[in-house]
């Protein structure tokens, strides 16, 4: 690997039911060679049936979060080791609605990820500020100690991938200024190669929140944003392709 790679990965949260495994079809009948990396994180309930259309295509399927632990008295949860085994590749971790919604701190999300990768999954981490910390200009601080609580020591650019998410900009269809974006995904890079060397220059890191065909090839042509993380347009094979078709351009 010389280069980061290019990722496009889509978060459909808790949306979809078995009808919507049309999309998937379409997707990967009008993407059969994206000139990225193609992920999807279905429902749990989607994940292998998912699994098995991307098995014929060019998509990795995801899990949207995974418990610390491989088993136990834990209901309703999942381990890394069922994601693998129901046909997953890559697991979310750290979405900022498991941090808001289920209280997720750095040190759940960096134990989740290491579950992860002892599971042989790639761990999507994500981090971002909310507007209230990019008002008082505390963003860099933010995304510095996410960064630093959320993503384990041995992370490299195989296991683990980041997305830089603003609270703010997911679901509301509001975006960054290109500058913002360039500012904290320029940060990034520097932090991850100065704790992991050249494992962090070739991490992918992905920016989320509010992309869609109209905007993702100006996001794309930002240096060190090297794909997307993607909700609300994930869900359309048309809105996913035009940002695949752009990512793949890029
Ligand atoms: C997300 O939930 O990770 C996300 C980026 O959502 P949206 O694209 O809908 O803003």
Known sequence: MSAPR???AGNWKMNGTADALAEV???LKEHA?????MVLCPPATLLHRMAGIADKGALAVGGQDCHARSSGAHTGDISAAMLQDAGATHVITGHSERRTDHGETDEDVRAK?????AAGLIAI???GETLEQRDAGTTLDIVAAQLGGSV???ATAENTVIAYEPVWAIGTGRVPEIDQ????HDFLRARLESRFGEKGALMSLLYGGSVK???AAEIFAVTNVNGALVGGASLKAADFGGIVAALGKS
């Open 213 to 215: 065909p109209a905007n």
């Open 113 to 117: 990820t290491e579950a992860a990768h």
């Open 6 to 8: 290019k990722i496009a």
């Open 25 to 27: 079809e379409a997707l």
């Open 152 to 154: 384990p020591d041995g």
């Open 125 to 127: 981490v994500c981090i």
């Open 181 to 184: 974006i360039a500012e904290v």
């Open 33 to 37: 060679k994206p000139g990225c990396d």
